[in-house]
């Protein structure tokens, strides 16, 4: 049973993208520090008949490992609101003294953690501190994320690049496979190297595919 001290509560604010699971993590490791409930948030600015497999995926990692930290997990809509707005509404809500976001240029988070995002977000939030988490890149965030990577390739069918276990056709594309931890998908990171240079791509996929014969 968790008691609280000093009044304080921690809300982790998480955005579609790899780098959720460790913000949690942090925040949930400050909750069991401060003896402070703990609040996850994701912000969705996307429309009610909209569908994303890969980011539903997401959500429901992100649900379960802040249930088993002992938290709660909470999806606010934007309707038309800023996505700062809804945060600072949320937090009021919820009593919130410390906010945790992160900071990565290798997701979508980047369009909320650069420009006047933070600025907003700090002259509505009052008394309420802000934690800026500077997440890692790709290859060092792999090892926490990530199960260990093996060989593997991209094969192309009916216009699509699909993962497979063997290669298949001209189109065939060699790389390491990465696959997230915690998932019964094969959704993961693919890193090819290009010109001397590591590239990664994003791959969502529910079973394995082997090249016709």
């Not at 497999?53 to 649900?63: A, C, H, I, P």
């Not at 953690?113 to 933070?118: A, I, L, S």
Request: hydrophobic share 35%; net charge negative; glycine share 8%.
């Amino acid at each position: 049973m968790m008691t609280e001290m000093n009044n304080e509560s921690i809300m982790v604010c998480v955005h579609y993208g790899p780098h959720g699971q460790r913000l949690i993590q942090r925040g949930s490791e400050l909750s069991r520090l401060l003896g402070a409930p703990l609040y996850v948030l994701t912000v969705d600015a996307t429309t009610d008949h909209e569908y994303n497999q890969n980011k539903e995926q997401y959500l429901s990692g992100w649900e379960k490992q802040t249930k088993d930290a002992g938290g709660s997990f909470l999806i606010r809509k934007c309707n038309g609101k800023k996505t700062a707005e809804v945060i600072v509404e949320t937090a009021q809500e919820k009593k919130v003294t410390q906010i945790i976001i992160g900071q990565s240029s290798q997701t979508l988070w980047q369009e909320i953690t650069r420009g006047n995002f933070v600025n907003d977000l700090i002259e509505q939030l009052g008394p309420i501190d802000l934690h800026i988490v500077a997440v890692q890149r790709y290859p060092e965030l792999l090892e926490h994320s990530h199960e260990k990577g093996f060989s593997a390739y991209l094969v192309k069918r009916d216009g699509n690049y699909v993962l497979s276990e063997e290669p298949g056709g001209e189109d065939t594309i060699k790389g390491i496979f990465f696959r997230e931890l915690d998932t019964d998908f094969n959704s993961g990171l693919f890193k090819i190297v290009r010109n001397g240079e590591a590239q990664y791509l994003r791959i969502l996929q529910s079973e394995w595919v082997k090249p016709h014969s």
